[in-house]
């Protein structure tokens, strides 16, 4: 019996190991060839200290100038000391190249592709090596668009557990992927692509949560309510989507669906177009006032572009309430991505 660990880098880069209930996360990783940060081994120096951001343990034995029991408190950790007593998502304090990895590379065949209208195509792939893909719901990959030397970033649409993988791609004047999506793309063409990216992923929930997607930025949203089909998050989570056009929005209908299937979990959406024909008209920050965001005893997650993350932060601010955490991702049409977290 083995636990799965994921390892996010400061990089961005995530690598999974298995690890036995019997052996130090820093063992497993030595195991794998990860040179996660290392001094003592002995549980005395601090060197390896990270942060657990989700499941149980055995802290193991050091001494408080390794760790002191605020910081264990907090959620930090030995990985030289400390068994899993479940799987875990560890933050390490190094990049993957100081850790002599990097991301992992996957090839695989284009399986489906979903027009849902002229601005959003998704596209679906069977990967070559699937058992060898784990991935946090919320991350991104870097994909090869084919017949080019570009590579644009995608947050699955798909949870973790989901045989094939999928992502929502936003069609743009002279972009690479959008080219290729809606002029040559076919099933059964091959890509490529690395990753798993990104600290934009679930943690494990403690309190009620706030989901704001725009646009596109629905997708790694998607892949979070899938895991919480599969593993019910026990608080109230809601999900504001916002979108340009009615031709933007998509998905509605799986949402419907994950509102059946996932208890606590309600949505509501709107479009900025005047002339949409949606019941709320206007951004999501029209649908946010202090209750939505349980006067601050919420972890808040927003993917979208940067105008409208910016306008979310600055809004919140306005509400006067911080919430207990803000993850976020910002994308550009040519989906470089940049994730944060303020606390
Ligand atoms: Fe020294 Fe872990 S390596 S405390």
């Not at 942060?51 to 193991?60: I, R, T």
């Amino acid at each position: 019996m083995s636990f799965q660990v994921a390892l996010n880098f400061e990089d961005g880069i995530t690598r999974f190991i298995e690890c036995r209930p019997d052996e130090t996360v820093a063992e497993a990783s030595y195991k794998a060839r990860i040179n996660i940060p290392l001094d003592c081994r002995d549980g005395a120096c601090g060197t390896c200290k990270s942060l657990c951001e989700s499941g149980s343990y055995d802290g193991g034995d050091y001494i408080e100038e390794a760790l002191t029991d605020d910081e264990a408190a907090r959620g930090h950790c030995l990985p030289c000391q400390m068994t899993p007593h479940s799987d875990l998502v560890l933050r390490i304090p190094s990049s993957a190249a100081a850790a002599k990895t990097g991301p992992a590379a996957f090839g695989a065949t284009v399986a489906d592709i979903r027009r849902h209208s002229a601005t959003t195509v998704e596209f679906a792939l069977d990967v070559d090596n699937r058992d060898g893909l784990d991935f946090l719901p919320g991350q991104y990959v870097n994909v090869a668009v084919p017949g080019t030397d570009q590579t644009r970033s995608y947050s699955f649409s798909s949870g973790p557990a989901q045989r094939q993988v999928s992502f929502l791609v936003r069609i743009v004047d002279g972009g690479a992927m959008s080219a290729y999506l809606t002029e040559r793309a076919s099933v059964g063409d091959r890509l490529e692509f690395t990753g798993p990216m990104g600290s934009f992923y679930l943690r494990q929930l403690t309190r009620p949560a706030l989901l704001l997607a725009g646009g596109t930025g629905l997708a790694p949203l998607l892949s979070m309510l899938e895991r919480m089909a599969q593993q019910p998050p026990g608080r109230p989570v809601h999900l504001l989507y916002g979108v340009t056009t009615d031709e933007d929005l998509v998905h509605l209908d799986t949402l419907e669906d994950y509102a059946e299937v996932v208890p606590g979990f309600t949505f509501d959406h709107c479009v900025a177009d005047p002339a949409s024909r949606a019941r709320t008209k206007g951004f999501v920050t029209g649908l946010m006032d202090a209750g939505t965001l349980h006067h601050g005893d919420a972890d808040v997650y927003l993917c979208g572009p940067p105008a409208m993350v910016e306008a979310v932060r600055a809004h919140i601010a306005s509400l006067g309430v911080t919430p207990a955490s803000f993850h976020y991702e910002k994308f550009t049409p040519a989906a470089v991505r940049t994730t944060a977290e303020a606390a």
